[in-house]
C-alpha cells in the first residue's frame, strides 16, 4: 500500500521525489577549522530547508591535491594563500577567493610538561621533543616563518631556527595531529594555531605565547569551485561571512575576516 500511494504522488505531482532529495554541499575545509566549521555547517542547514552539507577536513595541501585529482566539491576554505591560489591557477575556482578568517601560531607543551619547556627558546635545547608540521602544510610554513624571524633577533641567535628543526621528531601533514601528538607526550612541545586549543585540547595542552618579533597571521581564504552547485557554495560562503558566521568562528578563537 505504501509503495502505491508513493507511485501515485510520483504520477500526480512530478515534483514530489525532487522535493524529497536533499541537496548536498561538499566543503573541503582545513583541518583547523574543524570545530568552526561543524557548527556553520549545522547552522547552515537549519537556515536551509533540504540541504545536507558534508565537510571534509585534511590539510590544504592534501584537499587542493583531492580537487585536482577530480574530488567532488564545491567550495575549499584554505589555511592559506598558497595553497588557494594553486586551485586558482589550475583552474578550479568559479569568482575570487575572499578572506574570512585569521589566526595565529602558539607553542603548546603537555600538561604534564615533562621536557621542562617554559618559553620557545627551550625548543633549541638539546634533547627537547619537538613536533612541527611539513613544509607543504600551511602551519608548518608559519611555523617555518616564525623560526626564520627569531634566528634574526639577537637573542636567539642565528642558528636557532636550525637547531629548533633537528629536534623536530614528527613533521605531520595536518594541524590536528601535531596537536593529539603533544597532548599525548610523544613529543615536548609543537607549534600550533591558537584556534586549536580553544576548547577540549586546553585540557591536555599549555599554551606559551610567541614572543612579538615572531608572530605570524595566517590568513584562511575561501571560494566556490567550478560544479553544479555554484549558487548554494556562493550561500555558504556569504552565510561564513555573515556575522553569524564570523561569531562562530570567533567562538574557536579565530580573528575577524577584516
Known sequence: MIRAAALVLLLLFPGFAHAQTKATLHVFAAASLFDAFDAIA???EKQNAGVKVRVQYAGSQTLAAQIEQGAEADVFASADDRWMRYVVEKGFVDGDPKVFARNGLVFIVPRSNPGRVKGVADAARTGVKVIVGSDQVPVGAYTRLALSKLSSDPAYGDDFGRRVLRNVVS???????????????EADAGFVYR?????GAARHVSAIELPSAARVEAHYPIAALRSRRGELASRFIAYVLSPAGQAALKKEKFSPAS
Open 42 to 44: 549545522k547552522d547552515f
Open 171 to 185: 613533521q605531520e601533514d595536518n594541524v590536528k595531529a601535531i596537536v593529539n601528538k603533544v597532548a599525548l607526550g
Open 195 to 199: 584556534s586549536d586549543i580553544a576548547h
